[in-house]
């Protein structure tokens, strides 16, 4: 099992930049990609970014060159950079993590997006 943490959301202003991070926990050695995913009101889970273990990254074309996502291996966790955030980028964001035992997806971490 391996067990996520998100932190970072709340109440930004559009512009703002905050940073989310997730803690994993567990088997750990298991993990290989880990990455984003958002869920705004009304609408379906849809994925952000995502990170290798070797550092490969992608990222969905409406936050592609906004965002930046980073993995620090030996603390276990994935950043998510958010730069020039706008009202549409309001939603819950759920950290993820898949390997060889399975996929995981932590709580969730709401982001409003609001002047």
């Known amino acids: 099992q391996v067990q996520l943490v998100e932190s970072g959301g709340g109440l930004v202003r559009p512009g703002g930049s905050p940073r989310l991070s997730c803690a994993a926990s567990?088997?750990?050695?298991?993990?290989?990609?880990m990455g984003w995913d958002r869920q705004a009101p009304g609408k379906q889970r849809r994925m952000v970014a995502t990170i290798t273990s070797g550092g490969s990254t992608s990222y969905a074309d409406s936050v592609r060159g906004r965002f930046t996502i980073s993995r620090d291996n030996a603390k276990n966790t994935v950043y998510l950079e958010m730069n020039s955030l706008k009202p549409e980028d309001t939603a819950v964001y759920y950290c993820?993590?898949?390997?060889?035992?399975?996929?995981?997806w932590g709580q969730g971490t709401q982001v409003t997006v609001s002047s």
């Open positions: 567990g088997s750990i050695f298991s993990i290989n990609t």
């Open positions: 993820n993590a898949a390997g060889g035992l399975g996929n995981y």
